[in-house]
């Protein structure tokens, strides 16, 4: 059972545009949910997150909208750069420790 | 600052063989540990997660097995290693927030 789902495995955006990453989720138990960047062969770092008694998260280019209504979060960058182009993982938690991850989007910034 | 290391960073063994995957964390007491892995063209898969030394708890029903000898290390074990073990580990730790810190991950790749 996908938990956490990601159905866009790759994305592909002009440099200067705004890229929207998309999220599904399908636990309502979940209280907190984050966005980290993936590089190859590299660990994932922290982008951005969001509680779930909040609907908007900004910080600088990135913000995070999640409907909870929809069950849906979406990662929105603006203006996208090159160095954005990497993997996007969501992910959801539910108490302390359980994070669940989707499979992530493949996003590319075209210079 | 706290760090987090991994080791090896890359791995090679044949099928039937043990696997010791070493993580440790500096400048931070009492975190919690997760081992992660990601399978090609899958997300992440949390294996195990410990709040405390000798407290582990595991996602997963496979042939791994995880340890915690001391507050900041924390081993990721087989005694015999399967082909779909192959994948790329990921350490990480994570305080009294949300947010997770990853390490620089092992590529296993099981022959």
């Known amino acids: 059972d996908q938990q956490v789902k990601q159905n866009s495995p790759s994305l592909s955006v002009q440099e200067g545009r705004i890229s929207i990453l998309n999220c599904d989720y399908t636990?309502?138990?979940?209280?907190?949910f984050l966005w980290y960047k993936k590089y190859p062969a590299e660990g994932p770092t922290f982008l951005i997150s969001?509680?779930?008694?909040?609907d908007k998260n900004e910080d600088g280019r990135f913000t995070v909208f999640l409907n909870k209504s929809a069950k849906h979060l979406s990662l929105h960058i603006v203006p996208s750069q090159p160095g954005d182009s990497a993997v996007y993982f969501c992910?959801?938690?539910?108490?302390?420790?359980?994070?669940?991850f989707g499979t992530g989007t493949r996003l590319k910034v075209l210079a | 600052s706290q760090t987090i290391h991994q080791w090896p960073a890359t791995l090679v063994q044949p099928v039937g063989s043990p696997l010791s995957l070493e993580c440790t964390v500096e400048?931070?007491?009492?975190?919690?540990l997760y081992w992660y892995r990601q399978a090609a063209g899958r997300g992440l898969q949390l294996l195990f997660y410990?709040?405390?030394?000798?407290?582990i708890s595991s996602e997963v029903p496979q042939n791994l097995s995880a340890s915690r000898p001391q507050d900041r290390q924390f081993i990721l074990s087989s005694k015999k290693l399967l082909l779909s073990d192959s994948g790329f580990y990921l350490c990480?730790?994570?305080?009294?927030?949300?947010?997770?810190?990853f390490g620089p991950g092992t590529r296993l790749t099981v022959t």
């Open positions: 990480a730790w994570s305080d009294t927030s949300y947010e997770q810190y």
């Open positions: 636990n309502s138990m979940f209280d907190y």
């Open positions: 969001i509680s779930s008694i909040k």
């Open positions: 992910a959801g938690i539910s108490g302390t420790y359980k994070y669940i």
């Open positions: 400048g931070t007491s009492n975190p919690n």
């Open positions: 410990s709040v405390g030394i000798g407290q």
